[in-house]
């Protein structure tokens, strides 16, 4: 009987216990809506009464100890990491608001990975959504909180034109409109998106076969008032994760669908087990990095398994070798076979959006700079984050741009603090 009743006593703490635990949580997740950070400079503070939100106005000679050029995500992260150390940071957007990148996205692309491998540092509660996969648009909603919640200073339609080196005095960033900013030490973070790569063919630019990139591609309703139509016939150029999403959509929506590829395919696993094998990925990493494999190594992405494998094994999407030329109403393939095509669809990726870096040596294969540490190679103070193989594999992923941020904030709050 006695060991009967210790037993109830030992359930009744426990249930006392887990409903204190959910009152203290409950209690902890409303102080962090309710009570943001709040800015961390007087200027910041004018600038936010002035302007509004988190978008202020640049002033020509302007000085700041970083510049971010870029407000997506690796922008806003490490942005957010700066401000934490008490560093005097300005965000530099030439969009009308932060992550417009993501807003011009495909109609229904979707992030292929779990919530919890894509947040930024420091991301609140009241931030997080309650499904697991988002939408772009939903993740450049997230991107416009996490900017307002983190008060981060951002100047919207700030394009820039060049950034120069003053040796050992820093860097002056120079926009479009004409403004020059001195900053000790700038950080690039401009991505990819802007600068769609587009293979060279022989005859591509006189043909009179329609092509288009994936950075310009919406949906099959564009491809639609494009072609006038619907069951066209589209070549589409790549072997990568967004032709594969791409030629599910095209064949839904009624169109004849080809792929053209270098090399043989290699596919993922399917959507749903890819989600599924997301949730030991943290841990496969990590085991990775023992094994000395976590180098700052180029990030291969796959197709996706599942039905876009099916639609090639089955012979429903036919697959060629890489084009070898243009004709005027014709593709001819490497291996000498040919079609007649209303479009063809690049989804050959992207190169590193630097042409505001023109004094910079670019490697012809990747358009990647030099870089250690994530610092410029060849001009001292200027920084880089987002960029494929930075740090390790995971450099030009959202997960990795979260640690990188955290690590480059660390080394320029202590370089600044001497």
Not at 193 to 214: D, M
Not at 220 to 238: D, F, N, S
Not at 364 to 378: C, F, H, Q, W
Request: aromatic share 8%; proline share 6%; charged share 20%.
């Amino acid at each position: 009987m006695k060991r009967y009743l210790l037993d109830a006593w030992a359930v009744l703490a426990g249930l006392v216990i887990n409903c204190l635990g959910k009152l203290l949580l409950l209690w902890h997740l409303g102080a962090r809506t309710l009570a943001p950070p709040g800015p961390r400079h007087a200027s910041d503070r004018k600038e936010r009464e002035l302007c509004g939100a988190h978008y202020i106005q640049v002033f020509d000679r302007e000085k700041r100890q970083v510049v971010v050029v870029g407000a997506g995500p690796a922008g806003l992260a490490v942005g957010g990491q700066l401000r934490k150390r008490g560093v005097d940071v300005l965000l530099l957007e030439r969009g009308r608001s932060v992550g417009e990148s993501w807003l011009n996205m495909p109609n229904n692309l979707r992030l292929v990975t779990r919530w919890s491998l894509n947040e930024l540092p420091d991301t609140p509660d009241s931030l997080r959504p309650t499904e697991t996969v988002v939408s772009a648009f939903r993740f450049a909603r997230y991107l416009e909180a996490y900017a307002d919640y983190h008060r981060l200073p951002v100047a919207s339609g700030s394009t820039v034109s060049r950034v120069s080196s003053l040796g050992t005095d820093g860097l002056v960033v120079s926009l479009q409109t004409g403004e020059r900013i001195h900053a000790r030490e700038v950080v690039n973070a401009t991505g990819y998106f802007g600068s769609p790569f587009v293979p060279v063919f022989p005859g591509a630019l006189e043909t009179k076969i329609k092509q288009l990139h994936y950075g310009s591609y919406r949906s099959p309703a564009q491809i639609v008032e494009l072609l006038h139509g619907t069951g066209k016939r589209i070549l589409i150029v790549g072997k990568g994760l967004s032709a594969g999403q791409v030629m599910i959509e095209l064949d839904q929506a009624g169109n004849s669908v080809e792929l053209s590829a270098r090399g043989l395919l290699e596919f993922g696993p399917s959507p749903s087990l890819d989600l599924f094998l997301q949730r030991f990925l943290p841990v496969l990493e990590w085991w990775r990095g023992l094994l000395g494999q976590d180098c700052g190594c180029s990030a291969k992405i796959r197709m996706q398994g599942g039905k876009t494998k099916r639609l090639v094994t089955s012979g429903r999407v036919p697959v060629h070798p890489q084009i070898a030329r243009f004709e005027p109403d014709r593709v001819v393939f490497q291996n000498g076979s040919s079609g007649v095509y209303d479009l063809v669809l690049y989804c050959t990726g992207f190169r590193p959006h630097l042409a505001h870096l023109p004094g910079l040596t670019l490697d012809k294969e990747t358009g990647l700079p030099a870089i250690r540490r994530m610092e410029s190679r060849e001009m001292p103070h200027l920084h880089f984050i987002g960029l494929d193989g930075e740090r390790n594999f995971r450099s030009r992923f959202l997960r990795g741009i979260r640690e990188d941020a955290v690590s480059l904030a660390e080394r320029l709050a202590l370089r600044l603090s001497r």
